[in-house]
Nanobody, 117 residues
Framework: VQLQASGGGLVQAGGSLRLSCAAS????????MGWYRQAPGKERELVAR???????RYIPSVNERFTISRDNDKNTVFLEMNNLKSEDTAVYYC????????????WGQGTLVTVSS
């Protein structure tokens, strides 16, 4: 299974970006898909996640600015980021979890988001 993330880039504060992450190589869907980020000098943190049902969860700092969604048929997860702030600058990693006889966890390669003030 491979996850390919895209959509990062340089944007001014207040701007928007849309990240995409497509999973390939799996005939199964994923129970959970989401995004982590890691800013320079900081630990990786979970930004948002979405279940197959569409249930979502966000960290407080991005709530009402970011929207996570997914296309279950295409095993793709999206992160719409609006009103970006300099503190959103980070490498964003997508992930996907599948629960079978054990937890199967997969990661994308990361895409850099840089917000200039």
């Amino acid at each position: 299974v491979q996850l390919q993330a895209s959509g990062g880039g340089l944007v001014q504060a207040g701007g928007s970006l849309r990240l995409s992450c497509a999973a390939s190589g799996s005939s199964f869907g994923f129970n959970v898909m989401g995004w982590y980020r890691q800013a320079p000098g900081k630990e990786r943190e979970l930004v948002a996640r979405i279940l197959t049902s569409g249930n979502t969860r966000y960290i407080p700092s991005v709530n009402e600015r970011f929207t996570i969604s997914r296309d279950n048929d295409k095993n793709t997860v999206f992160l719409e980021m609006n009103n970006l702030k300099s503190e959103d600058t980070a490498v964003y990693y997508c992930y996907a979890d599948r629960y079978g006889n054990k937890l199967y966890n997969y990661w994308g390669q990361g895409t850099l988001v840089t917000v200039s003030s």
